[in-house]
């Protein structure tokens, strides 16, 4: 997506040579017309999937997730870090986080999930995998399906994409990282 890799090259920056910041348009400070770009793009990469929910991980896919299930026109629900006490019975899955360097469980209620449902996935990253593979496991829980996994950006250089592909998982990124050695930014 053109746009997305010209926000990333004009306005993205690297720190230590594995963590690529695009906090003044993704995920921090979130740029709306991207957003709804992304929605678009993803909208038209999927149109043939019969997708009738759109999932995330809160907080940096939100953002994103309300972009495309608003161009599809579907609800979107996103797994939670901290289960509330209003909610009741749960799916849930444990998922590291690469940038965080921490395990933490997630978790989405029952009552937003279905075997009815033909879900698209996604997410701001991917890196080693870790937040898709469990949102798969909460879906397949629920017994719904999953249409695919829409990334905005994914780390070719790391092995989140391959390990997804492996699974028969339809990947789409928009962007992709082949490297960020010495605090550049090489794509795709």
């Known amino acids: 997506m053109k746009l997305l890799k010209e926000y990333i090259t004009n306005y993205g920056s690297v720190t230590d040579g594995s963590i690529l ?4 348009f993704i995920n921090h400070q979130i740029d709306p017309t991207l957003m ?18 759109v999932l995330t991980i809160e907080a940096s896919g939100i953002a994103i997730a ?16 901290k289960k509330p006490s209003t909610m009741g019975d749960s799916y849930n ?34 890196a080693m995998g870790n937040a898709i593979i469990g949102l798969k496991q909460i879906i397949d829980e629920a017994g719904a399906s999953i249409a695919g996994v829409g990334i905005a950006i ?28 010495n605090n550049q930014i090489t794509l795709r």
Do not use: W
């Not at 910041?21 to 003044?24: E, G, I, R, T, W």
């Not at 709804?36 to 929910?53: H, L, S, Y």
């Not at 940038?99 to 469980?105: A, F, H, I, M, R």
């Open 66 to 81: 309300i972009a495309v299930a608003y161009a599809l026109k579907v609800p979107m629900v996103f797994a939670k870090k």
């Open 21 to 24: 910041k695009v906090d003044s």
């Open 154 to 181: 994914e780390k070719g250089f790391q092995p989140g994409g391959e390990v997804l592909k492996k699974q028969g998982i339809h990947l789409e990124s928009l962007a992709i990282i082949d490297s960020l050695e």
């Open 93 to 126: 899955a444990t998922v590291n986080s690469f940038t965080k360097k921490t395990d933490y469980n997630i978790t989405v209620s029952k009552e937003f999930l279905s075997s009815e449902d033909n879900i698209l996935i996604v997410d701001d990253f991917l």
């Open 36 to 53: 709804m770009a992304i929605g678009e793009e993803f909208k038209n990469r999927f149109k043939d999937k019969k997708i009738n929910k």
